[in-house]
C-alpha cells in the first residue's frame, strides 16, 4: 500500500514506477527484489501489541510485503487511493461489483463486458436480490435515461471483450454520479499506462493482471483499484470474502511488471502493424482495432488513451465452420487458447453464442480475436497469409 514506499511519486514516469516501485532494498539485506513472503501467521511480540492491532501486518489472508509490492505500483500508476491483489482478474469483477449493491439495487453491465462477469451477475447477484440489466457499449449521455433510483453500479469496459467497442468513460461516470450510482471500469487492454479511468471519473478500476502485467501466460491474477471514497467498501467486500492472493504469484505479477513499458510498446507497434496489414487482405471484411482510423470509436479512443494494446479482432467473409478450422488448425506460431497478454501469439476464434443481448451478433463463424505477441512479425504475418490462403480455398 501507499504507506511503505520509497522515492516514488507521481512526478516520476510510468518507466521509473514500474522499474523502482515497491521496492525496498534496505529491508532485503540489499537484494534487489522483494522475495516471496509464505505465510499465514504474524507473531505478536506482547499482550499490548495483539490488544491495539496496530502492527504493519496481522495475518496473512490481508496481505504481505510480497503482495503490496505489486499493489503499491499498480495505485500508483492508476491513481488509486489504493489497490488490491486479487486471485484473478474475474474474482476483481465481482468483488467490485458486490462493494456497491445489497438485495434491492440494480446494476447496469454493458452488453460488451467480459462474459463471465455477466454469468456472474446473471447467475448470482440475480440470485441475491440485484436486478442486472445490459447496456448498449455506444450509449453514452445516454445512459441518464435508463437509471433507476436503485441503480447502484456501472460497468464498463473499454474496449469492450471480442468486439472492441471504445467508451467515454467522463461521459458514463458523470450519468452514473448523477444517478447515485458508481462506475467500474475493465481496464485490462490498455493498462494505465495507455488509459486512466479514475482521472476521468471511475470509481473502481479491476485489471485481469493474468495478462498484460504478468505477460508470461503463468499466473492467475487480478487487481482492483479505488477512490477514497468507494474503497472502504471494496476492501470491506474482499476481507469478508476471504480473497487472498499468494506471495508467490504476487512475486510473479511483480516480475512482469518491471518490463510492463517496454513490452506494451512492442505489443502495440506489432499489432498496429498487423492490424493494417490485414484491412488490406482480400479475405478480412474489416479489422476490430480502435487504433485504426476505420474504427467506428477511433474519434473517442484518441481522446482518452494514449496507447493501444495487444489484442484486437478481425471479422472474414463468411464461411463454414470448416473453413475456421482450415484457418486456425494449421497456424505455425499463433497458438489457440483462452487468455492473452503472454509474449506469444494467440488466435481465437470467437463464438458469440448468447453474451451480446441488447446488440446481437449477426454471424459466428467470422469473427476473430488475436493477441499479438513479441515474435518476428514477418514471421507472424506469414502465417496469417497461410491461413487466409487456406481460409479462402475452404470457404
Ligand atoms: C481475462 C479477462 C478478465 C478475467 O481475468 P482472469 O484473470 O482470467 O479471471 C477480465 N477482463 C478482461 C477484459 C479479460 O480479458
Not at 129 to 139: E, F, K, L, Q, T
Not at 215 to 222: K, L
Not at 247 to 269: C, F, P
Not at 292 to 315: E, R
Request: hydrophobic share 40%; proline share 5%; with cysteine.
Amino acid at each position: 500500500m501507499n504507506d511503505h514506499k520509497t522515492g516514488t511519486s507521481t512526478v516520476e514516469s510510468v518507466e521509473t514506477i514500474l522499474t523502482h516501485g515497491g521496492r525496498h532494498p534496505e529491508e532485503q539485506f540489499g537484494f534487489v527484489n522483494t522475495p516471496v513472503y509464505r505465510g499465514s501467521t504474524v507473531l505478536f511480540k506482547t499482550l499490548a501489541d495483539l490488544d491495539a492491532q496496530a502492527q504493519r501486518y496481522l495475518y496473512g489472508r490481508a496481505g504481505n510485503p510480497t503482495t503490496e509490492s505489486v499493489e503499491s505500483v499498480i495505485n500508483e500508476l492508476e491513481g488509486g487511493y489504493r489497490t488490491k491483489l486479487v486471485p484473478s482478474g474475474l474474482a476483481a469483477i465481482t468483488i467490485a461489483l458486490m462493494a456497491c449493491v445489497k438485495a434491492g439495487d440494480d446494476i447496469m453491465i454493458s452488453d460488451s463486458a467480459y462474459e463471465p462477469g455477466r454469468k456472474f451477475a446473471d447467475g448470482y447477484l440475480e440470485r441475491m436480490g440485484v436486478s442486472v440489466r445490459y447496456y448498449d457499449p455506444h450509449i453514452g449521455a445516454g445512459l441518464t435515461a435508463l437509471m433507476q433510483p436503485n441503480t447502484k453500479a456501472v460497468l464498463a469496459e473499454s474496449p469492450g471483450s471480442l468486439t472492441f467497442e471504445i467508451q467515454d468513460i467522463a461521459v458514463l461516470a458523470a450519468a452514473a454520479h448523477a444517478g447515485g450510482a458508481r462506475l467500474i471500469v475493465d481496464n485490462s487492454w490498455a493498462t494505465p499506462l495507455y488509459h486512466r479511468p479514475l482521472a476521468l471519473g471511475a470509481d473502481i478500476v479491476v485489471h485481469a493482471a493474468t495478462k498484460m502485467f504478468v505477460g508470461h501466460s503463468d499466473v492467475m491474477a487480478g487487481t482492483i483499484s479505488a477512490t477514497q471514497e468507494a474503497w472502504p467498501d471494496v476492501d470491506r467486500v474482499r476481507n469478508l470474502l476471504g480473497f487472498f492472493s499468494s506471495g508467490d504469484d504476487a512475486y510473479l505479477v511483480a516480475r512482469g511488471l518491471r518490463t510492463l513499458a517496454i513490452r506494451m510498446k512492442e505489443h502495440q507497434a506489432r499489432a498496429l502493424d498487423i492490424a493494417a496489414w490485414l484491412e488490406g487482405q482480400a479475405e478480412v471484411e474489416k479489422v476490430l482495432h480502435p487504433a485504426l482510423p476505420s474504427h467506428p470509436d477511433h474519434a473517442i479512443w484518441k481522446k482518452n488513451f494514449t496507447g493501444s494494446g495487444s489484442l484486437f479482432g478481425f471479422v472474414l467473409k463468411p464461411a463454414h465452420r470448416e473453413a475456421v478450422a482450415a484457418f486456425v488448425d494449421h497456424m505455425r506460431i499463433f497458438g489457440m487458447g483462452y487468455s492473452w497478454g503472454g509474449y506469444e501469439s494467440l488466435c481465437l476464434p470467437v463464438l458469440m453464442g448468447k453474451s451480446r443481448t441488447v446488440n446481437p451478433w449477426p454471424n459466428d463463424t467470422n469473427l476473430f480475436r488475436v493477441h499479438i505477441g513479441l515474435e518476428g512479425l514477418d514471421d507472424l504475418k506469414a502465417d496469417l497469409a497461410a491461413a487466409l490462403g487456406r481460409y479462402s480455398a475452404a470457404r
